[in-house]
């Protein structure tokens, strides 16, 4: 991170739009010579979103890396160059784009927290990165320079001498005198567009509250289904509950107890939930708690507090069932394992074991 900037805590929603600007800025028609263009996009997915504007990129372009967790055998565009990640390495949790001429220079760097904001409309918009971006060509020349170092084992020869081929232009033409008021400009918006986004989330939270969608589909849409989200990235920790069929339930509970039961059952697990965790049915009798970036030791924890309120509840209140059988699970799939879990739970109840672990 250069001397000037400091890192801001950003949502994905806010770094796609800065991404996209800066890809636009890459695809500009200009006379300022040779471009290099770096981006690390964390996970397949992220890039297949964005193969069409790479291609263009990667032929307007001397130069353009592109680094992913593993994919070694990828098809990249034509005259793109792959930098294969490990997946325990710094670089695997970084999102960058880096666009370099001599007279010209863009960067985002945004460091996963894996982490989601609680006012979040989905999962994927409100994952938490710490980030920057800059329109000073220096801070793109560190930042390739950077990059440069970190991968050049990794980069074919022909990667190699493009890049070099940039900074030796680079490095004959000094930066523009004016680009601290450009910066300036792109500070404020990107403010701007994070507490816009933020206002628009809790919005449609509000909007979503009133709408007549079954919450499986609600809370589908909240994981990522339908978008663009890949397995490998936030962990996601699931807390599933059955409770007892309404028959098993006290007599004195009579035919009313379906709708009762329901608001009941949401009543006591809304009280163990945070802003950022979500709610939805895997059935008649099943619920799924979803705890994003909450470590599994906690989600434990949860489970036993929440089997504990089902106990003290279900003492005080007919409609509600004294026992439950859990399952905990962490995971960093998508979709989540929705099958396995169902089938722990069938297994846990089987067995009469309240709170079981699955691996993922």
């Known amino acids: 991170m250069p001397p000037s900037k400091s890192a801001a805590l950003l949502t994905k929603s806010t770094l796609v739009t800065v991404s996209h600007a800066i890809e636009r800025a890459a695809l500009a028609a200009a006379e300022d010579g040779p471009m290099a263009v770096v981006a690390l996009f ?15 990129i990667a032929r307007a372009a001397a130069v353009t890396v592109v680094g ?14 792959l930098v294969a990640l490990d997946e325990q390495e710094p670089y695997a949790r970084e999102w960058t784009v880096v666009v370099l001429t001599p007279r010209f220079g863009a960067v985002l760097e945004a460091r996963d927290r894996e982490e989601v904001s609680g006012s979040a409309a989905t999962l994927e918009a ?27 084992q990794r980069m074919p020869p022909e990667a190699r001498a493009g890049i070099d081929k940039v900074l030796a232009y680079v490095r004959d033409v000094p930066a523009g ?35 007549t969608v079954a919450p499986e589909e609600e809370i589908s849409r909240w994981a990522g289904a339908g978008g663009v989200t890949a397995s490998g990235t936030l962990p996601v920790s699931l807390l599933a509950v059955r409770v007892p069929p309404p028959h098993q339930l006290p007599e004195q509970a009579g035919r009313r107890t379906g709708a009762l039961r329901n608001e009941s059952l949401i009543a006591v697990f809304s009280g163990v939930l945070r802003d950022a ?33 089902l106990q003290a509840a279900g003492a005080q209140n007919p409609f509600l069932p004294g026992a439950a059988h859990m399952v905990v699970m962490t995971t960093r799939q998508r979709p989540f394992p929705h099958e396995r879990i169902v089938q722990a739970l069938s297994w846990a109840e089987g067995e009469q074991i309240p709170i079981a672990r699955l691996d993922d």
């Open 42 to 56: 964390q996970r397949l997915p992220y890039f297949e979103r964005e193969r069409q504007v790479y291609e263009r």
């Open 126 to 152: 409100g994952r938490l990165f710490d980030g920057w971006c800059s329109l000073r060509r220096d801070d793109a020349l560190h930042k390739l320079l950077e990059l440069q170092q970190a991968f050049a």
């Open 177 to 211: 005198a004016g680009e601290s008021r450009a910066d300036a400009v792109l500070d404020l918006l990107v403010g701007r567009t994070e507490r816009a986004g933020t206002e628009l989330a809790r919005l449609r939270r509000q909007t979503s509250a009133t709408e």
């Open 68 to 81: 992913l967790v593993g994919d070694q055998a990828l098809d990249l565009p034509a005259g793109s160059h």
């Open 277 to 309: 965790d979500r709610i939805t049915r895997l059935g008649e009798n099943d619920f799924l708690l979803m705890l994003p970036a909450l470590a599994f030791d906690d989600a434990v924890k949860t489970a036993q507090h929440l089997h504990a309120e």
